[in-house]
């Protein structure tokens, strides 16, 4: 997933994208603020990231919003778009950004989660 389509996933959250499937014009500030916001959630969210890969932790960072977002795929996919809608909102629609607030602390603990390994049983050690 790019920058971009992480910022396209937020809005259509917020319900900003038009009825064409087409960005409106008044989110250019939006898009603008998009990568720095980005890379705030990145940070926050690289212990997460770390512990669900069970890797070194590393904060990372992204240049433009073409660049892949690199953390996992649950992190990209679960977590990211509700914690950037709700970056968007502050400010403009406060119930609104407390909803996806909840959203995304929900979905980060779902994600915490996904990284655990399935147990199951040893079959045949011995032949």
Known sequence: MTGKELFESALD???????????PNDVSDLEQRAL???????AENSILD????????EVYS???LS?????????????????????LLLGEDDNLASDMNRLYNE??????GFGK???EPIAEVYK
């Open 13 to 23: 959250l917020c319900g900003l994208r038009k009825t064409d499937g087409k960005l």
């Open 36 to 42: 720095s916001l980005i890379n705030i959630l990145l």
């Open 50 to 57: 770390c512990r669900i890969g069970k890797k070194k932790h």
């Open 62 to 64: 992204i240049t433009s």
């Open 67 to 87: 660049q892949a977002v690199p953390l996992c795929d649950i992190v990209q996919n679960r977590v990211l778009p509700y914690g950037l809608a709700r970056l």
């Open 107 to 112: 979905a980060r603990a779902e994600a915490l």
């Open 117 to 119: 390994p399935k147990v």
